[in-house]
């Protein structure tokens, strides 16, 4: 199946998969989905994610997510910059999100990184998605 947004599609497969209390859901693979996923593993949002592989060489991601006593640990997960309407920032305008207690995660030329790591390496990019 064709998929228009493909970190959309990622996120709402999170997004429903917490709110049916799932321990793994599963997504189709893709570098920039991996990237995203390590960045919400590095920051500790989900536990971990393996790459299972199927007869024909097709390939999925295995998303555990991560539930602190009975309720998940991501809050909100919103989808930032669209196929139809991008979101670019520069550094300056990289905004703490939340008052820091969340992240935005963004493309940026040296690879996607949360928004303090683009303020630390003085880099603006594409704002992907915000996560709580």
């Known amino acids: 199946m064709a998929v228009n947004d493909p970190i959309g599609d990622l996120l709402a497969r ?3 998969g917490q709110l049916r209390g ?3 859901v599963k997504s189709p693979n893709s570098r920039l989905r991996t990237r ?22 097709r390939k999925e991601l295995e ?3 991560k539930y602190h006593e009975g309720r998940p640990v991501i ?13 670019y920032a520069g550094v300056s305008d990289l ?6 207690l969340g992240l935005s995660i ?6 996607v990184m949360t928004d303090s790591s683009a303020r630390e ?12």
């Open 75 to 87: 809050r909100e997960l919103k989808r930032v910059s669209t196929p139809g309407r991008r979101v």
């Open 121 to 132: 390496k003085n880099v603006g990019g594409e704002v992907l998605c915000q996560v709580f």
């Open 106 to 111: 963004v493309s940026t030329p040296q690879g």
């Open 22 to 24: 799932l321990a793994k």
């Open 36 to 57: 995203v996923l390590d960045v919400l593993q590095a920051e500790g949002f989900i536990r971990g994610y393996a790459e299972v592989e199927f007869k024909g060489g």
């Open 63 to 65: 998303i555990e997510l």
């Open 95 to 100: 905004k703490p999100h939340r008052n820091g």
């Open 14 to 16: 999170i997004r429903n």
